[in-house]
Structure formats: C-alpha cells, structure tokens
C-alpha cells in the first residue's frame, strides 16, 4: 500500500487542476513542435487539443490537465548546472497529462485515458470533437500507470461501457503479479473491464492498422502505437525539452531505467528514419513533434 500511495502522490502532484507559470520554455519546446497552419485540422484557443490528418488518419493530442504545467528538475536527477541553462529549463520543463484520440471511416480509438480526477478535461475534449464516452469503440493503453487508466473508471463504473480495452500482455501479467500494495488500481480496473479486454503481443496488428511496438522500460510492458505516420509514445518521455536531446536521462517513474534509455534511444531513431510524427502522453502543447 506504502509504493502504491506514494506512485498515487506523486501522480497528484501534477494532476489537472495542478498549474505552473509560463515561462521561455514553453516557447522554445513548441518551436520543435511542428503543429503549423497548413498541417492543423483543428486547434481550440486553449491549445489544451490540436489534430492533424494524415494517409486517413486523423489524430488528436487532447491534453487533460486544465492548466500549463512544468515537470520539476529534481524527478530527472542530477541535471547538470550547464545543461539547464543551455536548454533553459531552470524553471522546470514544459510537460502534460495528456491523451491522444485516432478518428477514422471506421472507427474511434482512444490511446489512455488520463487520470479521471475533478477538473480533468479528457471527457469534454471528446465531446467536442464528436465522440461520447458511451460509443467509444476501442482504448490502447500504452502501460497501466494510474495516470493512463485513472479516466477509465468512475464510482466503480465504466467510463466507457461499450469500449473494448487493448493492454500489452507482458505488461498485464507485470501488474497482475505484482504485491497487492502496488496494483490495487490495476487490478480494480483489470476486474472491472474483464469482459471487454483483449491482450496482445508486441508487434501484433490492432484494428484499424495500429501497430504495437516494444517499448519497455518506464513500465514492464510499455507500448508505443504506430498508425501509418503517428507514433503514439506514452511515457518515451517525461521532460521532452531534456530527453529528445539527451534521451539518458530517465524520470524517477521509469521502472527500469537501463530499457527505457534504450527504447529512448531506439524510437527517437526510428522516428527520424521513417519522418514519423510523435505524440507523447507527457508533451507540452500542441502535443506534436516530428
């Protein structure tokens, strides 16, 4: 119960009503961020949801916490002095809680689903792009952290009934084995959408051509999503302003910091190679990089 609460706080402390000062940074993070007038579908003045479309898809970083946030130096380690002033993150680094909706001809697909506390904004970003929680057709979890199935559950019910639930299998055996004291809310969630989830392995094929990917590390099963252009990362990254430059640096959730280095590394690669647009569950606004 001790690691769970602790998770859970730490979790909280940068839950949706959790708000930071602007500062430069958020500036110098969105320039990397390729969301540009001639790529957006669409963009709401709060910059909290930014869509793109691309070969069919259309893909929106919806973030769920109400206000900016900047994640705290101290969760990465020993920064050096000069790397801060260089990359200018001394007042923290611009980060979200965020989830990413795929919209196509024949479906809707939610990848994780926030923390679910008051104040969070995941339910009516849906709403106004045209989704309700009742004809949601499917969910990809990228790992079972509380800020990613958190908004799958409400009161002990459902958020979405009719949704059909895609976990990681090396991910869901982790969770299910765990000591009680650290997966009670996995295992809640786990009863609780028992008749609607389905397991896969990496690299399987998903509905409407989602590609599942190995990337452990953060968690034991931690998956990133690849739909033509779009990569969906999850928790590739906590601080993007520090790890796309030096993707060593791991964040005190990482669970095995030696792999997630490693798939750091291989997907930052990866997206260079195939000119793919990632979206980080963790990004700053307006979500997108490429």
């Known amino acids: 119960m001790r690691y769970f609460m602790l998770l859970a706080a730490a979790f909280l402390s940068a839950a949706c009503q959790h708000s930071q000062p602007e500062n430069s940074v958020v500036d110098a993070v969105a320039k990397q961020q390729e969301c540009t007038a001639a790529d957006t579908v669409y963009m709401n003045a709060d910059s909290t949801i930014c869509s793109l479309k691309i070969d069919g898809y259309k893909v929106s970083w919806i973030r769920d916490n109400a206000s900016r946030k900047n994640n705290e130096l101290k969760l990465f380690g020993e920064v050096p002095a000069g790397l801060i002033d260089s990359l200018g993150i001394a007042n923290g680094i611009p980060s979200s809680m965020s989830a990413v909706l795929l919209q196509c001809d024949t479906a809707n697909v939610l990848f994780d689903a926030g923390l679910g506390m008051p104040g969070c904004l995941l339910l009516s970003s849906l709403d106004s792009l045209g989704v309700k929680a009742e004809t ?4 990809y ?3 079972l952290h509380p800020d990613h199935i958190g908004g799958l559950m409400a009161n002990g019910q459902k958020v979405f009934p009719n949704a059909k639930v895609y976990v990681a299998k090396a991910e869901y055996d982790a969770w299910m084995n765990m000591p009680e004291d650290k997966n009670q809310m996995q295992v809640a969630f786990a009863k609780l959408y028992a008749d609607n989830m389905v397991l896969f392995e990496f690299n399987d094929t998903l509905p409407v051509g989602v590609v599942a990917l190995d ?3 953060h968690t034991p099963g931690h998956t990133v999503f690849e739909a033509g252009k779009f990569l969906i990362v999850g928790d590739l990254f906590h601080g ?6 030096h ?3 791991c964040a005190f959730y990482d669970m095995d910091p030696e792999n997630a280095v490693k798939s750091r590394e291989k997907f930052i690669s990866y997206a260079k ?3 793919s647009v990632m979206l980080g569950m963790h990004f700053p606004e307006p979500g997108f990089v490429k």
């Open 136 to 139: 949601l057709d499917r969910v």
């Open 215 to 217: 990337a452990k590390g």
């Open 273 to 275: 190679e195939k000119g």
């Open 141 to 143: 979890l990228t790992h």
């Open 247 to 249: 993707p060593e640096f």
């Open 240 to 245: 993007l302003a520090l790890q796309m430059a």
